[in-house]
């Protein structure tokens, strides 16, 4: 079935659509993010350990939901909902690979000074892409702000060996994942209901 095009600065809207017949992957790829960041800086925080349950999200939530949701955005002809979703799709998959491969004996651990390198570019990378939500809606800007803040803190926190801050991160880094979960939920819920349900803010023209 043919669908209307849909207007890029409706509120309504997380990424620019273009008219096809194919569903917005966005609120999948914003929950897949979401929840995994939620879990990882609830360790973060010091509630748990790092266990299982983060690495699996991490490969098959966060990692390929997130990679399927942005092959889905490219057949959308959206490029930026396909750069980050299956660029972060990817991160969480190599930030498990960065913990589990020590283990098997396939490389080295990676030391506090490399980690902080990591988590450093990811934060760069992530500043450059919130200057494209400034297009887009508060919510999306919201998302990717609180993440740039959460990839500095978590990479000074690693640079200097600061416990404190690496527990102050997971606290925001639990406020970053829950504002997705909402931008996905509400996307999902705006689009049942046909009108705002939970609003998304207005976009800059």
């Not at 999306?140 to 803190?153: D, E, N, T, Y």
């Amino acid at each position: 079935m043919y669908k209307p095009i849909i207007n890029p600065f409706n509120p309504n809207n997380f990424f620019m659509s273009t008219p096809n017949a194919i569903a917005n992957p966005a609120p999948l790829g914003l929950c897949a993010f979401g929840m995994t960041t939620i879990l990882l800086n609830i360790h973060n925080a010091g509630f748990f350990e790092l266990n299982s349950m983060i690495l699996g999200m991490g490969i098959f939530y966060g990692g390929l939901a997130q990679v399927i949701a942005g092959v889905i955005e490219a057949k959308k002809d959206n490029t930026f909902g396909l750069t980050a979703f299956t660029s972060y799709g990817f991160f969480w998959l190599s930030l498990v690979g960065l913990l589990v491969m020590p283990k098997l004996g396939w490389a080295e651990k990676t030391s506090d000074t490399a980690m902080a390198a990591y988590l450093s570019v990811w934060g760069v990378f992530t500043l450059l892409l919130f200057f494209g939500t400034l297009r887009l809606s508060k919510a999306l800007q919201f998302v990717f702000g609180s993440l740039v803040i959460l990839f500095a803190l978590l990479a000074y926190s690693r640079a200097t060996g600061n416990a404190s801050i690496g527990k102050l991160a997971g606290y925001e880094g639990i406020i970053c994942g829950a504002s997705a979960v909402y931008t996905g939920i509400a996307q999902v819920l705006n689009e049942v209901y046909g009108r705002t349900v939970w609003p998304l803010g207005p976009v800059q023209k």
